[in-house]
């Protein structure tokens, strides 16, 4: 279409043939079902414990073990003051450890503030004076590139688990994170 007719403003490129139209409009047509109100830490206990839940950076971990460590580190939080909404900057590489850190956030009622680990330090220092996190949660490879922004800086990789204080209820309308975007996305 766009060489047929070069003039022809973008918006006016049809870029779905009369099928895939048809399967598009289908799909947002029938009765309005309320969202499930069950949260994402409880899904994973619901799998099967021995299938594999996650692959990263050479580490498996099965939908037991990774339910059981989110809920380790999740206590381990509730005993450092994490509960309803209160915010964990999470300052990790994509890893094992990531996914970990975000689900025991969440397991533990608070809402994590992912943080990039490449970001400037000023960057990370705002992000984490802005957001007022109860405590940074990140790794002994990247403790260096953690400024001082006046909030516990926690290393994942060295908390001892085991033990820990009771896991709260967390409701499906309390806060799951709060991200900070470049001005570009708004």
Excluded: N
């Amino acid at each position: 279409a766009v060489v047929a007719d070069p003039d022809l403003p973008l918006g006016r490129v049809d870029v779905l043939d009369a099928g895939e139209r048809a399967r598009v409009l289908a799909a947002g047509v029938g009765p309005v079902v309320a969202p499930s109100a069950v949260l994402v830490p409880e899904l994973i206990g619901r799998q099967d414990p021995g299938a594999v839940a996650l692959v990263a950076g050479g580490r498996t971990l099965t939908y037991g073990e990774l339910s059981a460590r989110v809920d380790d580190v999740a206590r381990w939080l509730v005993s450092r003051g994490v509960g309803a909404e209160s915010r964990v900057a999470v300052m990790l590489p994509r890893s094992v450890d990531l996914v970990v850190a975000l689900l025991a956030v969440w397991r533990a009622g608070g809402a994590y503030v992912p943080v990039d680990v490449d970001y400037p330090a000023d960057r990370v220092r705002y992000v984490v004076a802005d957001a007022a996190p109860v405590l940074v949660l990140s790794s002994s490879e990247l403790s260096d590139r953690v400024p001082d922004a006046g909030v516990p800086v926690v290393l994942l990789d060295k908390i001892e688990l085991g033990g820990g204080a009771e896991l709260p209820a967390v409701r499906a309308d309390q806060g799951a994170y709060v991200i900070y975007t470049s001005g570009s996305t708004g």
